[in-house]
């Protein structure tokens, strides 16, 4: 900014002192005694702007303030000027050098024509802080130093890594964690997050979140719930890859081709666990069984378990308060794991081994696998069904899946390996036949 300065007034730098005397006089109404006139002649030394400012400024101001509407006369605004320049010529000594006032004299640049310094980030450049006669003209100008970028606020939502959701939370649990109507342990529960579940966080009260996860919306236990980047650490290992079905009925086939069986047919929106893609298949694992699906009507992401909607059942409802019970009872086990062959509510089992432990528990005896307890109780139709009830489905031409029916059009099934035991819609393929055991 100064070197600028001495370009563009280096030719009326050069007047004496009696021009910088008389603009002190005429503007500031100042008596020079010897001792201050020998300083100012001291100062003609450097090799810097001198009363050539002044009067400069002097005339400029003049000459502007006639010819408008300017309120400030210009005699006080040239006395102020002569007033810095008077601060700056008397800076002190050292080492035989001048060390000027740089705000004096960066006051006075600012007040010249065509000068306008407001926001000119050179004026106050610490690395411009030495003496004006070491700093050649032919000096590069030196780099303007950036302000710091500013820390990230500490409330500052860290990026989900699934873009389904945008600030991101993990349920923290080995089964399943309780969704409440409010934010209380004695509050209703509406839903259950299984075990690694997404969901988007709303909002935090007093150690709870409401979370929305599927069509599931209400309360966890912030201490059950991972947040930040500790949530996206554990979706990174948790991501599943899924097919989301985007045809009315779907078919599931034996092989990768459409001359072979038909296993079952998924209903739209269903998602199903991808095992491999292939080319212009998509190999997929539903119940205890694998099967392919055309990768048309398909789309294939990577996203966390969501959460299930859970409607409690009550007594009075022309369901027996033993259907109720067992149904309840089942829930515990949600989240534990699915084992071919076993019947361990706890250590794993399939989807017989399961029903035929709950049913075992209040006193009555099933058949060990699905299509022997299609046989078991008594056949009702579809559309008669009741929470309590046992629901089959065909893989190909014979029953390969059992679950219980708990009303809503939800079942709860020892289903896949990935997801153990689990709630889901009744309906994510047409059921073959139900049977009422409870009566």
Request: glycine share 10%.
């Amino acid at each position: 900014m100064i070197n600028t300065f001495l370009k563009n007034y280096r030719k009326t730098i050069g007047i004496g002192v009696v021009s910088l005397s008389a603009a002190v006089l005429v503007g500031a109404g100042i008596s020079g005694s010897h001792g201050t006139a020998r300083r100012y002649e001291r100062s003609m030394e450097v090799t810097v702007p001198s009363a050539g400012i002044a009067s400069v400024i002097y005339d400029a101001v003049e000459s502007t303030t006639a010819a408008s509407e300017e309120k400030v006369p210009a005699k006080e605004l040239s006395a102020g000027i002569a007033s810095v320049l008077s601060d700056y010529y008397l800076a002190q000594e050292e080492n035989g050098n001048i060390s000027p006032n740089r705000k004096g004299l960066e006051k006075v640049v600012s007040m010249l024509p065509g000068n306008d310094t407001a926001g000119n980030p050179e004026v106050l450049v610490p690395e411009a802080e030495t003496a004006l006669k070491t700093e050649p003209e032919t000096a590069p100008a030196e780099p303007v130093s950036e302000a710091p970028a500013e820390a990230p606020a500490e409330n500052t939502p860290v990026v989900s890594i699934l873009p389904e959701y945008t600030v991101l939370g993990v349920a923290n649990v080995t089964n399943y964690l309780n969704v409440r109507e409010e934010p209380d342990l004695g509050g209703k529960i509406l839903g259950k997050l299984p075990m690694n579940a997404g969901c988007e966080i709303m909002e935090e009260t007093n150690g709870w979140y409401r979370v929305k996860s599927g069509e599931l919306e209400g309360y966890v236990a912030g201490e059950y719930l991972l947040t930040g980047e500790a949530a996206n650490q554990r979706a990174a290992e948790a991501l599943s890859t899924v097919a989301l079905v985007k045809a009315d009925k779907l078919m599931v086939r034996e092989q990768p081709n459409t001359e072979c069986t038909i296993l079952t047919k998924v209903a739209e929106n269903e998602e199903l666990e991808v095992a491999e893609i292939l080319n212009g298949w998509i190999k997929v694992n539903i119940d205890s069984v694998t099967g392919y699906v055309c990768a048309d009507y398909v789309q294939v992401y990577n996203t966390l378990p969501k959460g299930v909607t859970l409607k409690q059942l009550s007594y009075g409802e022309g369901i027996t308060s033993t259907a109720v019970d067992l149904i309840e009872y089942a829930k515990q086990f949600l989240g534990n794991p699915y084992v071919w062959g076993g019947t361990s509510l706890t250590r794993g089992a399939d989807c017989s081994g399961f029903t035929m432990r709950i049913f075992e528990h209040f006193g009555y005896s099933l058949s060990r696998t699905s299509a022997a307890q299609s046989n078991n109780g008594r056949r009702v139709s579809l559309s008669e069904i009741q929470p309590g009830d046992l629901l089959f489905y065909n893989h190909g031409s014979r029953i390969g899946h059992v679950a219980i029916y708990i009303g809503n059009g939800q079942i709860i099934h020892a289903s896949t390996e990935r997801t153990g035991i689990i709630i889901s819609n009744a309906y994510y393929t047409t059921p073959a036949c139900a049977a009422r055991i409870i009566e």
